[in-house]
């Protein structure tokens, strides 16, 4: 043997197979190098374990276990969306608990005026002036009903459907929404489970109950006092009134007295001296609880210049003040002894034309439900004076019984429509005038009980060009058949004549004159909602891509449909003016108790009753939704519990079991060092020795 050699003899025993005088030369530089990184590999484990322990985590890394680490990601999920679910249980708990307060609150107001009621109707102990006095706290009642029904939570109001930043009550009781409309489908669903949605709004109509209306838009300028008397000597004689779209009109009252009881003296001779002048039909003036009002059809004022009349102190009104807007609200009172109504679908008949003016004494018949009406007018009507004749013809309307409340006149996409709460039918004469033509019109009243609306366009800042066929062309299906509209090539830029109005009159008028569209006419209408296009009809119906191939695509994309559209079911529907059945009760009662009428009185004890079960029925409805979130929350908790011990079970370690390896990869460790220490210390003297 050599002196720098060692040699070994290695004896192969089970398992492992050793030959007998096999041979092999081991140095000292492999045991070291095999040494550090058995150490190595031993520091490694323990090293491990020690980020263990301080994580407390079996893995630190996806390629310490990938399908651990799956399963991880998989339950950390499921623990979020547990999370996301409770926070929109408890955000719908919270938005229905304050529901359910305010309607308590409303029964709580009813219950009062029940007990007033009740009062007011013994006749035996009651005068009629203690019932005025039971009139005006009920009046005061009713206010604080109003505020209720505009409750809000968190900024948003709770009874205003998907309208949350608008109030749902105006201050004389009717809807407000800002002009629009409240649909029966308005809920506002959240997520509080996988495929679990709950609907945590209550739509105001079913706790104020909807009445028939017909609202028109109307002028006044209303003294802030009482009328107080004046002596005309020739010198303060003169009022003048601006009426939009006239010169300044002088009206010279004659010398004359009035005291300040002779305000309907005073009332009276104005109308006859305004009636001498242009203004005949125009501007009236009216006495409401001693003052003096002036109304119109369209925007007015007294003018400073040619007035000499002292107005501020006759009347309490200020020279140069435009005339307020306002809306008038006709509602069929016979709906407040109806079922709790939430609303009804509209019918809608558009008229193609412009209005070309009328003659005095022109009548218009309407069938509407089982009977014919006859609206005759009073006086002509210049084509100019649209807003006039739509002002005087509501006025017809709500002065005729059966109509009243649900038939009414206005302009929609730059011309007339009608439109009721039930299929009418006009007669072709003199609804031509108004641009319904007979022959273009189709005069079915189309119910518009299914829409299908666009995005919002805007011409101002991008025109919408129709092609030149093929590829001008929509297609609807409409009772199982297929229809081809097929508008006319075109640019709408907004200028007079290419405006978003005359874009849905052009496809409302293809859709009245094309033979082809028959089926279509006076049963599908084109209307225009805050710059979207919307089709309605009353039965569904589809909005579709046709032709092979599909030549349409941009079209309907240019009219803001990016997609095949579906007819939606609309659904009962308030509108912004509309009158409410608890409210419009309310203001039968404060007039039965003000004109002493026992009887009315009575009756609006069993109205009363019907409104209070229907409250009660809608606080019922909300109780088993409170008690639906409680249980779905109950539910969460659990389920974040159970998915929070898998997810503990998947990556937290044993606490004793990491320790014990620990201790017993540090025993490894230091006896692997102590053992070392000898090998790396031999010297080559060791050798020789």
Not at 118 to 146: C, F, H, M, W
Not at 370 to 396: H, L, P, S, T, V
Request: charged letters at 25%; aromatic letters at 8%.
């Amino acid at each position: 043997m050599k002196n720098s050699e060692l040699r070994v003899h290695v004896f192969r025993t089970n398992p492992i197979e050793i030959q007998r005088g096999d041979e092999m030369r081991v140095t000292n530089t492999m045991m070291v190098n095999n040494l550090l990184r058995n150490l190595y590999k031993n520091y490694t484990k323990m090293d491990k374990s020690q980020q263990m322990l301080s994580s407390q985590k079996k893995f630190l890394r996806p390629s310490d276990d990938p399908i651990g680490v799956t399963r991880s990601l998989r339950l950390s999920t499921e623990i979020l969306n547990m999370q996301q679910y409770k926070r929109n249980t408890e955000d719908s708990d919270s938005w229905l608990q304050s529901s359910e307060q305010a309607v308590n609150n409303i029964i709580s107001v009813m219950q009062r005026i029940r007990e007033l009621t009740v009062q007011g109707s013994n006749t035996g102990t009651y005068s009629p002036d203690d019932r005025k006095k039971i009139a005006d706290e009920i009046k005061e009642l009713k206010e604080q009903l109003i505020g209720i029904g505009n409750t809000a939570y968190a900024g948003s109001y709770l009874f205003s459907g998907f309208k949350t930043d608008k109030p749902l009550l105006n201050k004389d009781g009717t809807y407000d929404l800002d002009g629009g409309i409240l649909r029966a489908g308005e809920t506002i669903e959240v997520n509080v489970g996988i495929s679990d949605r709950i609907g945590m709004n209550t739509l105001g109509q079913k706790i104020f109950g909807s009445m028939a209306t017909t609202t028109y838009d109307e002028y006044i300028l209303k003294g802030v006092s009482e009328f107080k008397g004046v002596t005309f000597d020739g010198s303060n004689n003169t009022i003048t009134i601006e009426y939009e779209g006239m010169a300044p009109i002088n009206i010279t009252m004659d010398n004359e007295t009035y005291n300040s009881i002779d305000g309907l003296r005073f009332v009276k001779d104005l109308n006859e001296k305004i009636d001498a002048t242009p203004l005949k039909g125009l501007v009236k003036a009216e006495l409401e609880d001693g003052i003096v009002v002036f109304k119109g059809p369209r925007n007015f004022n007294i003018d400073s210049a040619g007035t000499t009349m002292d107005v501020k102190d006759i009347m309490g009104i200020e020279k140069g003040k435009n005339a307020d807007l306002s809306k008038v609200v006709v509602s069929d009172i016979d709906d407040i002894d109806r079922e709790i109504f939430h609303g009804s679908t509209e019918y809608l008949l558009k008229a193609e034309g412009g209005f070309s003016g009328t003659a005095a004494g022109d009548k218009f018949v309407i069938y509407y439900g089982d009977n014919k009406y006859e609206i005759e007018m009073d006086r002509a009507y210049g084509a100019a004076e649209d807003k006039e004749f739509i002002y005087d013809f509501n006025k017809k309307l709500a002065e005729t019984s059966g109509l009243a409340g649900h038939v009414k006149l206005y302009e929609k996409d730059g011309g007339f429509a009608i439109s009721a709460d039930k299929n009418f039918k006009l007669d072709a004469a003199n609804f031509d005038k108004l641009g319904f033509e007979d022959a273009t019109s189709g005069l079915k009243g189309a119910k518009a009980a299914y829409a299908i609306e666009g995005g919002a366009l805007d011409l101002v800042y991008g025109d919408i060009t129709i092609p030149a066929s093929p590829d001008n062309k929509l297609y609807i299906n409409y009772g199982g058949n297929n229809y081809t509209i097929n508008l006319t090539a075109k640019t709408y830029d907004n200028t007079p004549g290419n405006t978003f109005d005359d874009l849905i009159k052009d496809i409302q008028h293809q859709i009245n004159t094309d033979p082809a569209l028959n089926d279509l006419k006076g049963y599908v209408t084109v209307t225009g909602v805050d710059g979207s296009i919307k089709f309605n009809s009353d039965s569904p119906f589809d909005l579709v891509y046709g032709g092979t191939p599909v030549t349409n695509v941009a079209l309907m994309a240019s009219l803001g449909f990016t997609t095949e559209k579906e007819g939606l079911l609309i659904g009962d529907r308030v509108e912004s003016g509309g009158a409410t059945q608890l409210l419009g009760m309310l203001d039968k009662l404060i007039e039965d108790l003000n004109t002493n009428n026992s009887d009315g009185i009575s009756k609006n004890l069993a109205r009363l009753d019907a409104h209070i079960g229907n409250l009660n029925s809608v606080r019922a409805e909300m109780g088993v939704k409170a008690n639906r979130l409680e249980l779905t929350l109950n539910r969460i908790e659990d389920d974040n519990v159970n998915l929070r011990g898998l997810l503990s079970k998947n990556e937290d370690i044993d606490m004793a079991e990491t320790i014990i390896k620990l201790q017993m990869q540090e025993n490894v460790y230091n006896a692997a060092l102590s053992v070392g220490s000898k090998i790396i210390s031999l010297s080559l003297v060791d050798f020789i020795r």
